[in-house]
């Protein structure tokens, strides 16, 4: 048994006591908040969000903390998306140069607190007001009955239109994939351009296994259902489309960006994507601006629309000394704070996971996404979540790239989901 992990920081109050997964963590009273001129330490934060388009915005907000808190140093260090699991991992492992916060994908968070490398935050001041967090957000917070993060971002995959290429090849945004489908072969016969590029990866796949009712695991019945009959369908179905005409044909490497370049300069007038590309899109001169750009849930397949929810969390490394305890608790609480969150929505159009912030909030951009959110399908928050996309991924590129059979792509990804994520999942 992992025994337990527990943190008491002493200030003039109890501050923080966090458990370590596995064990009780009784917790201690919640601290007052204190003078900011008083609350010192060094903390170091591991920052994954996109280097050019997001990165810039979450430096000036630490840059606002340290100036109400002049005690309290904060080293600011930008880690890749793709890298930060696994080098998170490997120093948490080793307890060495983990990072004393880290901006965690939501999948991620149950496989940290698994592993004993989370500090669990019941009783302290940042569970406080969690029902202030939207419910998808929360969800990705939690592990074995306890809280291990606190929200920082959330966010689903919707569809992108050029309202532009849309008008000209007079057709209106899709709700269906059939729709989809009618809506591309028009842009390319009206416009010359190709009217949808799909991105050929496991998660971006996930509209089209939720739009047939499907999902890759069943959690409460302990199954792999990522190669049943409605994730084949819904496979098929992208696959099917990728053949017709007006969809682009997408590489098998560097697929995103080719993706993201194909939108901005007007060589495609649809794609799914997420809010955090928004602002990268809308600054882009050769797209035409905001004003240019429409989002909408994803389409429907035969059962549903759906897309997954995404986001990040706040995370404190099981490691961190008693001493920043205090300091770590108010930078994540500045940072995760509905006027944080309401500013970093306005500047980057992604969404709040406070219902407070929304109230805050004038980008117009991400009202346009309430209906996608409505939508979206939570994920299944399991230890092994973070794992089950680099299968996924592989399928995808035989899927969507080198044209596969969809059936016998995913049931790999189920014997693989089986011989090494989920070994006392049953499949099918």
Not at 147 to 163: C, E, R, S
Not at 192 to 214: A, C, H, Q, S, T
Not at 220 to 226: C, D, E, L, R, S
Request: contains cysteine; hydrophobic residues 40%.
């Amino acid at each position: 048994m992992r025994r337990s992990i527990q943190l008491t920081a002493l200030l003039t109050t109890t501050v923080i006591a966090l458990a370590g997964c596995g064990g009780s963590g009784s917790g201690s009273s919640s601290p007052t908040s204190g003078d900011s001129t008083e609350v010192a330490g060094e903390l170091t934060w591991w920052d994954t969000s996109d280097v050019t388009n997001e990165a810039p915005v979450y430096k000036e907000m630490v840059a606002e903390f340290m100036k109400k808190y002049p005690k309290v140093k904060v080293t600011y260090q930008s880690v890749p998306f793709g890298e930060a699991q696994s080098k998170f991992k490997t120093a948490a492992s080793a307890k060495s140069g983990a990072p004393d916060i880290l901006r965690a994908e939501v999948a991620w968070v149950p496989e940290f607190a698994s592993l004993g490398y989370l500090y669990k935050l019941d009783g302290t001041e940042l569970t406080k007001d969690m029902g202030d967090f939207l419910d998808a957000s929360r969800g990705s917070t939690q592990y074995n009955g306890g809280t291990y993060g606190v929200p920082q971002v959330t966010d689903t995959l919707a569809l992108f239109y050029n309202k532009k290429m849309l008008a000209e090849a007079g057709v209106q945004a899709p709700t269906t994939w059939d729709e989809m489908k009618s809506a591309a072969a028009a842009v390319k016969s009206k416009t010359g351009k190709d009217g949808v590029y799909l991105n050929p990866v496991g998660y971006y796949l996930l509209p089209f296994i939720y739009g047939e009712g499907g999902d890759l695991l069943d959690p409460a019945a302990k199954k792999i259902t990522v190669n049943a009959e409605p994730a084949v369908a819904g496979i098929t179905k992208a696959q099917e489309l990728l053949k017709s005409p007006g969809f682009t044909k997408a590489p098998a490497t560097e697929a995103y960006k080719a993706m993201n370049d194909a939108f901005i300069n007007g060589q495609a007038a649809m794609i799914i994507q997420g809010p955090w590309e928004v602002a990268g899109i809308t600054k882009a001169a050769a797209f035409g601006g905001a004003d240019n750009l429409g989002v909408v849930p994803v389409p429907a397949g035969s059962k549903k629309a759906g897309a997954p929810v995404g986001g990040h969390d706040y995370v404190v490394y099981s490691g961190m000394s008693n001493d920043k305890a205090k300091a770590a608790t108010e930078f994540i609480k500045f940072m995760s704070s509905a006027e944080t969150q309401a500013k970093v929505a306005d500047k980057l159009g992604v969404l709040p996971s406070r219902k407070s912030a929304y109230e805050k909030v004038t980008n117009p951009m991400v009202k346009l996404f309430q209906p996608s959110m409505a939508v979206a399908v939570p994920r299944s928050w399991v230890p092994e979540g973070g794992q089950l996309f680099g299968p996924m991924d592989q399928a995808a590129t035989k899927v969507m790239v080198n044209m596969a059979d969809p059936k016998s792509a995913l049931t790999e990804v189920a014997d693989k989901y089986k011989a090494e994520v989920v070994k006392d999942y049953t499949i099918g």
